[in-house]
């Protein structure tokens, strides 16, 4: 990952009862940032049956007291993609609701204020709605602090117009609270050549975004890796799927090399925490709409064990221990590529801004 030049890499499931340090401090030797996800798919908050319990909230508080040991921690994502339907947005207020009680739980642990964010699908019909009702209203307790988007929408030979990054981008002035690419790298073109990441730090883009991930790290069946361990073989208890997990990397050629040299060619300027001096105010809080978005302005949030019901209006605030712990394809999401490799995945990364780390 050093050699590929990611300073940063997500991770989507981590066992939370594991000892991390040996990997969080290799990582920490060679600069490189750590995003966890706090969900798995247990514990997730699902769109098709959505609530908010202390299950859930006891799986994130897990994860969130074993990576707030390490400084190299940059963030934790609360949900990815939880939404990707017009119905789906009805879990919006849920997703805020888990913000909320875990910052409450991090602050009232006197934990560093590690940032708190949300990775979303990249639905056209839904997308600019989530990004801002995600950080509105007048309660920052309640709000994510990063944003982040799932998108595959420059494949092969593309440009910032074709691409739609030039819309992506007019949504993303003037947002609060930094924004990047949480997924990138589209696989229908192959090579991938990753002309994107000139566009994502350059001129047009770089004052607004925040940096990209690429998917993903391991080679698997999606074929959407950057390395493998070896040949597929056939699967067995100890290779799941078929796909070796362990032993000595090798870059898939050209890919690997074709990244590598798009990234050494970027020098974004970041900005110092101590240069760092925000204006920007939060949008207000979206209206429902025709056909997509469902949630109409700034709803009560659900309380903790509060489940969704058609038709009913989440009320209350929060109670219970959380509380007292004081697009179209090509943009649209692939489920089919994100089941195969979240589990395991680690993704590489370069990020050109750098106050919230």
Not at 134 to 143: F, I, P, R, W, Y
Not at 207 to 227: P, R, V
Not at 283 to 312: E, H, I, K
Request: aromatic share 12%.
């Amino acid at each position: 990952m050093h050699e590929l030049g990611a300073n940063a890499i997500r991770v989507y499931h981590v066992d939370s009862s594991g000892d991390h340090k040996g990997c969080m401090d290799a990582f920490a030797a060679k600069g490189i940032y750590v995003f966890a996800d706090l969900a798995t798919f247990n514990t997730e908050i699902n769109q098709d049956d959505v609530h908010w319990n202390q299950t859930q909230f006891t799986a994130f508080t897990k994860i969130l007291d074993e990576f707030a040991k390490f400084d190299n921690t940059a963030g934790v994502f609360i949900g990815n993609e939880a939404i990707t339907k017009a119905n789906g947005s009805e879990a919006a207020p849920y997703i805020k609701a888990a913000v909320r009680d875990v910052k409450n739980y991090r602050d009232s642990k006197n934990m560093r204020k590690i940032p708190i964010g949300y990775s979303a699908a990249d639905i056209a019909e839904l997308r600019p709605m989530l990004q801002n009702y995600l950080v509105c209203g007048k309660n920052a307790s309640e709000s994510i602090d990063f944003f982040a988007l799932n998108a595959y929408e420059w494949c092969g030979q593309s440009s910032y117009t074709v691409s739609g990054y030039n819309q992506l981008t007019k949504n993303a002035t003037g947002y609060p609270v930094p924004i990047f690419f949480s997924e990138t790298g589209c696989n229908t073109n192959r090579p991938r050549d990753f002309a994107d990441q000139s566009a994502i730090f350059g001129d047009q883009m770089v004052d607004y975004w925040s940096g990209a991930i690429i998917y993903e790290w391991i080679e698997e069946a999606n074929n959407y890796g950057l390395i493998q361990y070896g040949s597929k073989t056939d699967s067995s208890e100890s290779i799941l799927d078929g796909y070796p997990r362990s032993g000595t990397p090798t870059p898939i050629s050209p890919d690997f090399n074709n990244l590598k040299s798009q990234w050494s060619t970027l020098s974004p300027t970041g900005v110092k925490e101590s240069a760092y001096s925000p204006t920007n105010t939060p949008p207000p809080c979206p209206p429902s709409t025709t056909n997509g978005w469902r949630v109409n302005g700034d709803v009560p949030l659900p309380t903790l064990g509060q489940t969704f019901t058609a038709g009913a209006t989440p009320t209350g605030t929060a109670t219970g221990s959380a509380a007292s712990a004081t697009a179209t394809k090509k943009g649209s999401a692939s489920v089919g590529k994100e089941i195969t490799g979240m589990t395991i995945g680690l993704v590489g990364v370069m990020f050109g801004f750098t106050w919230w780390l």
